[in-house]
């Protein structure tokens, strides 16, 4: 089978998310960086990989395909030995999985990255911070999960739509929240305070996927640090 | 086979592509109609069917489901005798179809659904035009349309993606985009006028599914003459 290449930053919440896919199925793959705070996603070369100019991308064989869902559909049904529960091929249980992964959009995402993204990454970018854009996101980022919770964690469920085992909608949809690791602890706390049963969830596809969690995340924890670090000098500089 | 009700509003572009789709298939089904603009997406009997309280929604046996693209994907494989062109088996294929299904939430659909929403629907759901609003979306819109042209129009191109026959997402695509018949000409010519690629393409898709196109697109070309009739009533009256 022809070499796979995923081309993706660990920073971006759906490259992690199929970063993590490959190393729980075993697949085979080159990762290429792209480094996002550099620019790397605008070079010549990496538009001829993804003219969206974004992470995460593949290329497999004579295929070059964007966007992380149908990456992962792609991923789950083109190598073999991928079992069943993450994208099963029963056509309803399929179905369930593809519509909370097309609600993703315009919803938990919309909400999560604008908000973090314009809560605490903008400047990285050359952008200024905008707070009244991070209200109306945490507003869209609360309903999101509120959703989540009462819809497709019912009961005791330990996986997205009540399943025994994760899907690639548990992969994606918990990438993109983790990346609220980057908001400072107050923030945090009041966003997850409602939202105990998302808590306990995380904890479920960890306790599932590691040591391939910690791993792939190990960068976010790390720019985290940095983060916060620089924040708490800064505040000690300008103290009294 | 269960029978399959289809609860849609025929204003709503993706209600018309999963019609438009099962019309072109002869999948027997029954439409349900949900009156958007009063409200009946938000009836209690409605949450049971889609707790998203929006339209298109499926039930089929016992099997609820919501998101028009997941709906577009279930239908295209649960169903016998769909040729193969609307949503590939091959996974290449069928991935690069996915990929820009995937695109779509972010991109057409935010640029165009809120253009329009912001220009002309939002009085008809109690809410005030937002000229600011409607100028982001215009751009995202425009941006959308240039990519849609450069990447999946090349050359002489019939349908998306090059393809010989039109797949789901050309239906998505074209209902989304359609919407736009609801502003005033000046504004369609304004947008329309650098992408000439995409009134051939929405041609050709007429072409190929009609007389199923304009039977679904009626009611949006009645509701565009009585918006601008109004709105012309308006101007002789306020006029001097």
Same mark, same amino acid.
Request: hydrophobic share 40%.
């Given at each position: 089978?022809?070499?796979?290449?995923?081309? &993706?930053?660990?920073?971006?919440?759906?490259?992690? *998310?199929? /970063?993590?896919?490959?190393?729980? $199925?075993?697949?085979?793959? +080159? #990762?290429?960086?792209?480094?996002?705070?550099?620019?790397?996603?605008?070079?010549?070369?990496?538009?001829?990989?993804?003219?969206?100019?974004?992470?995460?991308?593949?290329?497999?064989?004579?295929?070059?395909?964007?966007?992380?869902?149908?990456?992962?559909?792609?991923?789950?049904?083109?190598?073999?030995?991928?079992?069943?529960?993450?994208?099963?091929?029963?056509?309803?249980?399929?179905?369930?999985?593809?519509?909370?992964?097309?609600?993703?959009?315009?919803?938990?995402?919309?909400?999560? &990255?604008?908000?973090?993204?314009?809560?605490?990454? *903008?400047? /990285?970018?050359?952008?200024?911070? $905008?707070?009244?854009?991070? +209200? #109306?996101?945490?507003?869209?980022?609360?309903?999101?999960?509120?959703?989540?919770?009462?819809?497709?964690?019912?009961?005791?469920?330990?996986?997205?739509?009540?399943?025994?085992?994760?899907?690639?909608?548990?992969?994606?949809?918990?990438?993109?929240?983790?990346?609220?690791?980057?908001?400072?602890?107050?923030?945090?706390?009041?966003?997850?305070?409602?939202?105990?049963?998302?808590?306990?969830?995380?904890?479920?596809?960890?306790?599932?996927?590691?040591?391939?969690?910690?791993?792939?995340? &190990?960068?976010?924890?790390?720019?985290?640090?940095?983060?916060?670090?620089?924040?708490?000098?800064?505040?000690?500089?300008?103290?009294?």
């Amino acid at each position: 089978m022809a070499e796979l290449k995923v081309y &993706a930053d660990r920073m971006s919440q759906p490259s992690r *998310a199929i /970063i993590m896919f490959c190393k729980m $199925n075993k697949i085979d793959f +080159e #990762e290429v960086k792209v480094h996002l705070a550099t620019g790397q996603h605008r070079n010549p070369e990496y538009r001829e990989i993804n003219p969206m100019q974004q992470v995460p991308a593949i290329v497999h064989g004579s295929l070059k395909l964007f966007e992380s869902h149908a990456i992962l559909r792609y991923l789950a049904c083109a190598f073999q030995g991928v079992p069943d529960h993450w994208y099963p091929s029963d056509l309803s249980n399929r179905a369930l999985i593809d519509a909370i992964l097309d609600w993703h959009h315009s919803n938990l995402r919309r909400g999560a &990255a604008a908000l973090v993204f314009d809560t605490i990454l *903008a400047p /990285i970018f050359g952008r200024p911070l $905008n707070p009244q854009a991070a +209200e #109306e996101a945490e507003k869209i980022l609360d309903s999101s999960l509120s959703k989540i919770e009462s819809l497709w964690l019912p009961g005791n469920a330990k996986f997205l739509l009540g399943n025994a085992q994760p899907s690639i909608a548990d992969l994606s949809f918990v990438c993109e929240i983790m990346q609220l690791e980057l908001l400072e602890e107050k923030h945090r706390e009041r966003i997850f305070g409602p939202h105990k049963k998302i808590l306990h969830w995380i904890e479920n596809v960890k306790a599932a996927t590691n040591p391939n969690f910690e791993e792939v995340h &190990a960068m976010l924890y790390k720019t985290k640090e940095k983060i916060h670090g620089k924040m708490s000098d800064d505040a000690m500089k300008s103290g009294p």
